[in-house]
């Protein structure tokens, strides 16, 4: 029984064969437009026959089962991909069920499956290209009328930050302040060359603390795992959880947030979230 | 068949008794101390023999069933009720069972109910002394391992707005600069002495719209519903959907988010959401 997963993110889309839980073959190929980027998918998924496909898309995209544009990727700055519809593409050029939902959606499903069954509610938070964020509440992949857009929440600028938003949309998102392309937009290096400058990651260590700390009064989970690029820079995570303690104040208090860090962690399965959740949200369907 | 319901905020306590979705007697005592304000009430309910008791408590309060310190009041100003178990004190004197959640829990649980089905999704947000937040998904008073503390969240701070945060924890919080007590310590006055100051108003919204637009990223609700005293001012909606049009700039859309003066709006309940929505918590229970 063989399942198909493709992680589709901002930066590349990774897809994979799945046979019990264990992948057996994979392709990644880099984000450019629809027509470059899934016709090599394509082909590697017709040497299969994949029983259904997990699909986790970058968005905005509409998951709306209701709706006649379910599917559709909406307000993308990536141009080429705006109003393209993921879901009709694959359906029609695959011929299988599809199972779809956000990219970081799917990579906290597929966190959630690893931590099996010792915690309930946990968020993963990408920060890469650009930041995004999936919630799981009981194993579901929470969704209200749209798939949840953090990576826009507003944040308050330090006061000595004047470097511009590399958000098109927001001055002070946390996408805009804090993403990758903000750090190579601000710095002209890649946040490896930035390995060692203490004060660029006190700053992004501030700014997504703030972030951290929304999303903690919102959906007060039992983890924040943290993935994409930027988050294996190792003077990271010890700048987030400090000006997350300092920011908090000692205010919101439960048992699992206790422990900045336990609360606030890498991923469990490496860089394999995203597919791994892909394919948790496929099995058994088809 | 009679139902007990109260609603326990942070300035007054409004307890009733329900018989077939209808108020037949009520009481309101100010929030002072415990035993004040605790005294008068369980009077008011010794005189009605009421299956069970919807109580919607201000918080933080401890919500997790397993943990023994179910119903206690924790991180609160009001010094009185820290470490208070409101739940416990109920149960002890009405010897009735007790459905509990939050004030602005069963306040959002009623503005569901008041829709009746036409919208699953939905936010209420109380602007009084303080500020909080209640989440409903799908009909569900939603939390993770602890309730949400919305109004906690970060915001902003307008480049020339140096007054001090009232709120003992955070200097940037959306509580300790929009709530009403940080209107009366900045302006020395009450909201509704300052309903013609269109300047005042505008602050107001700027700072409710950073917070509306992170609660709609987080939870795409169909409806956010603003309550508490300070919603009465008329120049209060209109400013908050102005700058909440402004800050999110196009980016976020789905359907009921489209028309503002739709989407953030006055309680279809009026003054009682929280007191039907702890009705409604219980009801069918006992």
């Given at each position: ?106 990579a ?14 946990l ?34 600028r ?6 511009p ?20 937009a ?24 703030q ?15 943290i993935?994409?690029?930027?988050s ?30 336990l609360?606030?962690?890498l ?20």
């Amino acid at each position: 029984m063989l399942y198909g997963a493709i992680e589709a993110g901002g930066t590349k889309f990774r897809s994979a064969i799945y046979q019990d839980e264990k992948i057996i073959d994979e392709l990644t190929v880099a984000t450019t437009t629809p027509e470059v980027t899934l016709k090599p998918i394509i082909a590697f998924f017709s040497n299969y026959k994949i029983k259904a496909l997990g699909l986790g898309a970058f968005g905005p995209v509409i998951l709306n089962r209701e709706s006649p544009d379910f599917g559709l990727i909406t307000q993308t700055p990536k141009e080429k991909w705006r109003n393209f519809n993921i879901y009709r593409y694959f359906v029609e050029k695959l011929n299988v069920p599809i199972c779809l939902d956000t990219d970081v959606g799917v990579a906290a499903l597929g966190e959630y499956y690893a931590y099996r069954s010792r915690v309930n509610h946990l968020l993963y938070v990408t920060v890469g290209t650009g930041i995004g964020v999936g919630v799981i509440k009981n194993g579901i992949i929470l969704r209200g009328a749209h798939h949840p857009e953090l990576g826009h929440l507003l944040i308050a600028r330090r006061g000595d930050d004047k470097y511009p938003s590399v958000c098109p949309y927001h001055d002070n998102c946390i996408e805009g302040l804090a993403s990758g392309s903000s750090l190579t937009a601000r710095y002209h290096l890649s946040p490896s060359q930035l390995a060692d400058r203490e004060d660029i990651w006190d700053l992004e260590g501030y700014y997504l603390a703030q972030a951290f700390l929304g999303y903690t009064l919102a959906f007060a989970p039992e983890r924040i795992v943290i993935g994409g690029g930027v988050s294996a820079q190792a003077r990271l995570l010890p700048n987030i959880r400090k000006h997350f303690t300092k920011l908090n104040n000692g205010y919101y208090i439960y048992p699992q947030l206790s422990n900045p860090d336990l609360y606030i962690t890498l991923p469990l399965t490496g860089n394999n979230a995203g597919i791994y959740g892909a394919y948790c949200l496929v099995r058994g369907e088809g």
